[in-house]
C-alpha cells in the first residue's frame, strides 16, 4: 500500500525538535542519521566539521501507517529554511513502476530537485517541487 507521511526540515535543531515531538506523541525512533555517518557522495564537497553532526534523516513512528520524518538542511546545499518552505511530502509506493508513475505526473510543469535514482540507503528516490510550490519526496524501500 502507498502511503504519504509528512517529512520536515530544520536549522541544525532537527533531534531537539524531534525529541521534543517523540516525548509528546510517545514511541521511539526507527532510524536517526547524520550526515557524518553519510558515505561520500560523488559530487558533493568534503563536510565541515560543523555540519557532521547535524540530521541527515530522523524516522519517528506514529502508527502502522504514519510517519513523522526529518532533517537539518546544510547550509552550503539548500535554500534557507523559512516557514513555508520547511516541509515535503513524502510518497513510499510498492513498486518502481508506481514510483517512476507518480514522480512523473507529480513533477509535470515543477522543478525536479533530485532525479528517481537509486539511493545509498536502499531505496529508489527522487525530490521536486511541483507547479505549485510544493515539495514532494518519492522514496520506494528497497528491502
Same mark, same amino acid.
Given at each position: ?10 536549522? +541544525?535543531?532537527?533531534?531537539?525538535? *524531534? ?6 506523541? $510517545?514511541?521511539? @525512533? #526507527? ?38 520524518? +526529518?532533517?537539518?538542511?546544510?547550509? *552550503? ?6 516557514? $513555508?518552505?520547511? @516541509? #515535503? ?55
Amino acid at each position: 500500500m502507498t502511503t504519504v507521511n509528512i517529512y520536515l526540515s530544520f536549522n +541544525g535543531n532537527c533531534l531537539e525538535a *524531534f525529541n521534543f515531538y517523540k516525548s509528546v506523541l $510517545g514511541g521511539e @525512533f #526507527s532510524y536517526v542519521g547524520t550526515f557524518g555517518e553519510m558515505p561520500p557522495q560523488e559530487g558533493m564537497p568534503p563536510l565541515p566539521e560543523s555540519e557532521k553532526s547535524k540530521i541527515m534523516h530522523i524516522s519517528l513512528p506514529i502508527s502502522s501507517e504514519t510517519i513523522l520524518m +526529518g532533517s537539518d538542511v546544510l547550509e *552550503f546545499m539548500g535554500p534557507e529554511i523559512i516557514q $513555508g518552505n520547511n @516541509f #515535503s511530502i513524502n510518497i513510499s509506493p510498492d513498486s518502481k513502476e508506481e514510483a517512476d508513475r507518480l514522480f512523473a505526473g507529480l513533477s509535470e510543469g515543477g522543478t525536479i530537485v533530485m532525479p528517481l535514482e537509486f539511493a545509498f540507503w536502499g531505496a529508489y528516490y527522487g525530490m521536486f517541487t511541483d507547479k505549485f510550490g510544493i515539495n514532494w519526496m518519492i522514496n520506494m524501500e528497497l528491502n
